[in-house]
């Protein structure tokens, strides 16, 4: 742990100016006053944790880990080895909230970087979608690929925002935030780099 000890405070889940940026897409204004819960630890859960939940939600369920971490070995100029990083973004379900029958749901994902003490947004997918009834909306899994790269490592974890709206009126019903919290909610399948994995996220 010694290696990574800039990184402990994640356990307290710092908030991050990029990351205010990031929700400001997907939440009303009314969000960033949820600074001080976001910045609190989370709460113990068997998988990933609600933070910062607000108004009535429905179920955002996991359909795996939120972040799988794999590479691929590729040889550039000379005799120079790079490597293609990839991170998957895993998908999740969500159900309506009860606050109203028919619904427009957008859900985001956020891939982040530990940098300068504080977690950077790297790149990010927001998909909407109309759920009523008994219905679930199934969000997809996606996968970035930097450009070739050098073996550095990087802290990354990945959040998902969830916002609840009513389809008629556009009112906000209720919006959380889904952080990962057990090293389950991570997964390495490298080959040729070194993945360690957290409660918080890979080191990769």
């Known amino acids: ?19 205010w940026r990031g929700v400001a897409k997907v939440a009303a204004a ?6 001080a819960v976001f910045a609190a630890p989370a709460a113990p859960a068997d998988a ?14 996991l359909n795996g880990p939120m972040l799988n971490a794999y ?8 005799y120079s080895t790079f490597y293609s990083k990839n991170i998957n973004v895993g998908g999740f379900t969500v159900t309506r909230s009860p606050s109203s029958y028919s619904q427009r749901v957008v859900g985001a994902s956020y891939i982040q970087r530990w940098v300068g003490g504080q977690w950077v947004i790297v790149q990010s997918r927001t998909w909407p ?73 890979v080191n990769f």
């Open 129 to 201: 979608g109309i759920v009523s009834g008994t219905g679930t909306l199934r969000f997809p899994a996606w996968t970035w690929s930097p450009t070739l790269v050098q073996n550095q490592r990087w802290l990354y974890r990945v959040v998902f925002i969830v916002k609840w709206s009513d389809s008629f009126s556009g009112s906000t019903l209720g919006y959380t935030y889904v952080l990962p919290n057990v090293v389950a909610d991570q997964r390495c399948s490298t080959v040729s780099l070194p993945c360690a994995r957290y409660t918080y996220g």
């Open 1 to 19: 742990m010694s290696a990574i000890g800039i990184i402990t405070p994640t356990h307290r889940q710092p908030a991050a100016r990029g990351m």
């Open 30 to 35: 009314s969000i960033l006053a949820l600074a």
């Open 48 to 61: 990933a944790t609600y933070v910062g939940a607000a108004g009535r939600i429905g179920s955002v369920t």
């Open 71 to 78: 590479d691929v070995g590729q040889r550039a100029l000379g």
